[in-house]
Structure formats: C-alpha cells, structure tokens
C-alpha cells in the first residue's frame, strides 16, 4: 500500500482539526472484515497448535514455526451429514448464531455464502491480503479521520474508537463454542477454498501462511506520524508503511484493538487444538 487510505477501511479521510487533506482519488467503499478475519486467524492458529502438538512441539513454538515448514495432510473428505455446499447458508446461520447476539455479528449472519465468505477470508489472508474488501456489511459508520498534534499528522482517536463494537464482539464469542463451529463447518470450508481457486486443494498450509501473517504483525503506536501519500495518507515510517495490507488491516484499529483480537486468537486456538475432530 502506498496510501493510508487505500485499504478498504474507511470512507474519505476527515480531519479532527484543520489538517490540508492531500489530493486523493474517488473514495472506495471502506469496510471492516473483523469478524471473518478472526476466524480465519483464530482457526489458522489453532491448525498450528494440533501440528504443534502432533509432533510433541509446545504450543508457544508451533505458533511461531515458520510457514516453509512442511505441509500437513490435507483435511478430511467433505462429510456426508453436513448440506451441500451451496445449501450450507440456513446450517451455517443457525450453528453460528449461537456464538453470540451481538449486532454485528447477526448482521454479518444475514449475509449470504458465509461459508464461501470465511473461506476467502482466509485465502486471502494466506496471500497477504486483507479480506475486508469483501464484507462492506462490517464497514464502520464513521469516517476516517486525522489530527495534529506539536506539527505532525496522526491517526485521530475516533478513527481507531469506530473499531470498538467489532472488537467487542470478538472478545465476547466464547472459544470452545467458536472452536466447535468452525471444527464442524471445516470440511464445507475446505470445499469452498478448493472452489476458489485451489482445486488441487492446500487448505491446511493456506491456514498456516494466514496465522504467520497475523502473528507477524508488529506493534505500531496509536500516534504513529503520516505524511500524504496516493489517494490519502501513508505511515511516515517505511517500516510500517511496507507491511502488507493483512497486517495494515489489524494496526489501522488502533494498538489496544490489534491486541485484544491477538489475544482472542490465541485464546480460540488453544481451544480448538482441544476440540476433538470428528469426521460429519
């Protein structure tokens, strides 16, 4: 990304104070894929912890094992219980709803191809790639907004506050029963990544590229400096401003925010690692 503001996050910058706005390019929709993402994530991880454990590795090690480690078996043959894939939307719903009430949540869930819609998420993210592009149901309602502060633009408080409800509903979905779901949902959305695309299949290592990408991602200060740049704004230093978009995806809520979704990703790993897999 060469801009601030070309990931699908936010509607056209606004400034908190008086700030020259650089000259930028129609607005694109901006979107916030925060549910799905985590899932992929949390669902990534946890593919680490049963390798992890498979081969005796402690848990802490198999999170961090480099994505060129060698590729697992792929995941077992769709399950003849489960709908067929494009049947799977009223299944997928129902089993879904029960993680939760919030808002956001039930608004994603009336979406349709929510199967097909984590599977891209986590295709995506294997890529380095955001999968927020793809859900404008989760967009924030406020824009995107910027301050100064002693001379230099800063990413304004309430730009990282919209992202509050999204984490909030991650934070509340309960691991063991996130774990369970997705354990029962997989073979559906290994069926759907296989359609995207893959049709020689490579679900499994897809996770692992996806959680190495996620966990990867450094901490950035909520008052990190921005300069204009294409379309909008971009990271004053290069370090940040050269990660990729997956990774800009979580910083851009904020450092409390990135932290609070790691920290339901491990939580929902070390859950779904104990979640026992039974063939549907």
Same mark, same amino acid.
């Given at each position: 990304m060469t801009s601030h503001d070309d990931l699908p996050l936010d509607t056209a910058p606004r400034d908190a104070t008086p700030v020259a706005p650089p000259a930028s390019s129609?607005?694109?929709?901006? @979107?916030?894929?925060?549910?799905? $993402? @985590?899932?992929?994530?949390?669902?990534?991880?946890?593919?680490?912890?049963?390798?992890?454990?498979?081969?005796?590795?402690?848990?802490?090690?198999?999170? +961090?094992?480099?994505? %060129?480690?060698?590729?697992?078996?792929? +995941?077992?043959?769709?399950? %003849? /219980?489960?709908?067929?894939?494009?049947?799977?939307?009223?299944?997928?719903?129902?089993? $879904?709803?029960?993680?939760?009430? +919030?808002?956001?949540? $039930?608004?994603?869930?009336? /979406?349709?191809?929510?199967?097909?819609?984590?599977? /891209?998420?986590?295709?995506?993210?294997?890529?380095?790639? +955001?999968?927020?592009?793809?859900?404008? @149901?989760?967009?924030? /309602?406020?824009?995107f907004a910027v301050a100064r502060r002693n001379g230099v633009v800063l990413v304004a408080p309430a730009t990282y506050a919209r992202y509050g409800p999204l984490v909030d509903t991650v934070a509340a979905i309960d691991s063991a029963r996130l774990a369970a779901a997705f354990t029962t949902l997989k073979p559906r959305i290994a069926e759907a990544y296989r359609r995207q695309g893959h049709p020689d299949g490579g679900f499994d290592p897809a996770l692992a590229r996806a959680i190495a990408i996620v966990v990867a991602t450094p901490d950035v200060p909520a008052d990190a400096a921005l300069v204009p740049g294409i379309g909008g704004y971009a990271y004053a230093n290069p370090a940040f401003e050269q990660l990729p978009p997956a990774q800009k995806q979580l910083i851009r809520m904020g450092p409390e925010h990135a932290a609070r979704v790691r920290d339901a990703a491990r939580r929902f790993a070390a859950a779904l690692a104990a979640t026992p897999t039974t063939a549907r």
């Open positions: 129609s607005p694109v929709p901006r @979107v916030a894929a925060l549910v799905v $993402l @985590v899932a992929a994530v949390v669902a990534a991880g946890a593919w680490y912890y049963l390798a992890g454990r498979a081969r005796g590795t402690p848990p802490a090690a198999a999170v +961090s094992a480099a994505t %060129t480690s060698a590729p697992l078996a792929e +995941s077992p043959p769709v399950a %003849t /219980t489960l709908p067929p894939l494009e049947q799977m939307d009223p299944y997928a719903r129902d089993l $879904l709803a029960t993680l939760g009430t +919030s808002p956001l949540l $039930l608004k994603w869930l009336a /979406t349709d191809d929510l199967v097909g819609a984590i599977a /891209t998420a986590i295709d995506k993210l294997a890529q380095r790639q +955001s999968p927020a592009r793809d859900l404008a @149901v989760l967009r924030p /309602t406020e824009g």
